[in-house]
């Protein structure tokens, strides 16, 4: 059962402490324990009803709601993530000129790819705008 401890333990790693944690730590234990005492009197072998506990617990998606653990995405995720995509698509398409230029000066058409490299920074202005 100290493998099911450990299991909750790091399952709870990034919540911050408080007793509504314990609590909930507590609960899922118990849980999980009597899970396992469930699968061993079906005829299963301690580790085995051990996984098959562990596995058909999943994540804690759910509980962390439960928790009011803040999401990691903010506002500030949404600039970073709109300035990471222009500066990531001028290089793209700098990198397309320079191919362009260099193996084909007859013919441009480092154009065509740009359109479809420019949806990046056009879905995260959107998404910017939508958030704010």
């Not at 709109?82 to 000129?97: K, Q, V």
């Amino acid at each position: 059962m100290n493998k099911l401890r450990k299991h909750v333990n790091e399952l709870f790693k990034g919540i911050p402490d408080s007793e509504k944690k314990e609590k909930i730590i507590h609960e899922v234990l118990q849980n999980l324990e009597e899970k396992v005492m469930d699968l061993m009197e079906q005829g299963k072998a301690e580790e085995d009803a051990i996984n098959k506990a562990i596995v058909d617990f999943g994540d804690i998606e759910d509980l962390k709601q439960e928790l009011d653990v803040p999401q990691p995405t903010g506002k500030g995720m949404h600039k970073i993530n709109l300035a990471y995509s222009i500066w990531g698509s001028i290089l793209i398409i700098a990198l397309f000129m320079f191919i362009n230029f260099y193996y084909t000066p007859n013919v441009i058409w480092f154009v065509y790819p740009t359109f479809a490299v420019l949806w990046w920074p056009l879905t995260m202005y959107f998404r910017w705008m939508k958030r704010r």
